[in-house]
């Protein structure tokens, strides 16, 4: 993610989306995947002043479980001091 984060702020862009990837069929713990997902994003945003603005972390949209895990872990950084905006998106398969 930090890669991404870097690449997509060198192009210029104002947000990033991924994937909750892993706690489907891989079966990753939802906790560990959501803290580390959103831990990433907020050491990006601590120590790099950047162009993006807005990050989604997408969900499969049946994927109730991680959902219900990721929720809460976003809102504790809701009011945080930086500018990026962390956004809980889930989506179904098209």
Same mark, same amino acid.
């Given at each position: 993610m930090k890669d991404c984060l870097k690449q997509a702020a060198s192009q210029g862009h104002t947000s990033i989306a991924f994937p909750a990837l892993g706690t489907g069929n891989l079966g990753?713990?939802?906790?560990?995947?959501?803290k580390s997902m959103i831990d990433t994003v907020i050491s990006y945003a601590e120590k790099t002043s950047s162009s993006i603005q807005d990050v989604k &972390?997408? &969900?499969f949209h049946l994927d109730q479980k991680t959902q219900q895990v990721i929720n809460p872990i976003r809102k504790q950084v809701?009011?945080?001091p930086h500018m990026i905006d962390i956004e809980l998106t889930a989506m179904g398969l098209v």
């Open positions: 990753y713990p939802e906790q560990n995947v959501a &972390i997408v &969900i809701e009011f945080w």
